[in-house]
């Protein structure tokens, strides 16, 4: 294969694990304070059309930005509440916002535009443009790695570049600092926690709305970002991968940020081969083919992943003691 086609795949391995890293990344944080959240699929897709719907009516790319944040944190909030406060089953409560999600985009987007759930094509200042670093013209020529940086390093989204910078930011978070150490003791020991005069609620509260602000980022690089607009179901199910991400990577930001480019690298690949003619086997149905990275999923998780155990509050309501 020669080293375009090579670089090519690899920058839309990128492009594609962006939003299965941001998902992952808030997955982490409410999952190691001890709140299981199935909702990141919901909360991407209602940041993807609130950002979407904004970015069209203000023309600001910033604007949607900020819409998208404050939908998934409000819907990260609901969860909290849900799960927090009233101490409801965690697993209910995020399968309940995926479902109002997906039906509250479709259902607002057709009302307010009357073009089957979408929203207005983006172009200009609405769109998040690509970023060309410093020297990335003069070092092209290069042989190696003049295309490496030219095409795959320089050239990416903003969102892509603060995607991957978060890694080693969670990681110093989680690891390195008084809170990330109570937020991965709050998920495993609540009432250690509690007993240390720590508030145990108010750890997880800021770790959904950690979730939430990432989750926001999330959507918004689908729809202001990858596409030029909300579409109906955007998401495709890149929350439960995530998730899927998150469980292959056992709950740790490097290998979260690993799992992710695997997932996407799949996902590259699968678009690249749709219409190609394989020797001996002809050319391959595009269902195969989108159906592809799901069943590639569903493998690794279920043959490689080996014995992942969760944090041990995780999904446990936690109740006071008197």
Known sequence: MELANILAIVDSAIRLSTPLLY?????????????????????????????GVVAALSGSAVVGLLAGVMAAVGFSLVHGLASITYRGNQIVSGVALNFIAA????ILGDAWFKQGGRTPQLDGAARFGDVVLPGARALAPIPVIGP??????????????VAFLMVPLT??????????????????????VD????SVTWLRYRAVIICGVLTGLAGTYLAVAQAAGFNRDMT???GYIALA?????????VPVMFACLLFGLLDAISIRIQGVSLPGVGEISVQFVQALPYVLTVVLLAGFVGKAIPPRAGGVPYVKER
Do not use: C, H
Not at 171 to 192: D, H, I, K, S, Y
């Open 23 to 51: 998902a992952a990344l808030a997955g982490l944080y409410s999952e190691r304070s001890g709140i299981f959240d199935i909702s990141l699929e919901g909360k991407m897709l209602l940041a993807a059309f609130a950002s």
């Open 103 to 106: 039906g509250i985009t479709v």
């Open 148 to 161: 490496i940086y030219a095409e795959v390093i320089s050239g990416q989204n903003v969102l892509v570049y």
């Open 171 to 192: 990681w110093w978070v989680l690891f390195r600092t008084r809170f990330g150490l109570r937020l991965r003791a709050v998920g495993e020991n609540p009432a250690a």
């Open 195 to 198: 007993t240390a005069g720590i």
């Open 236 to 238: 495709a199910g890149k």
């Open 245 to 253: 991400a998150l469980i292959f990577a056992k709950w740790r930001p």
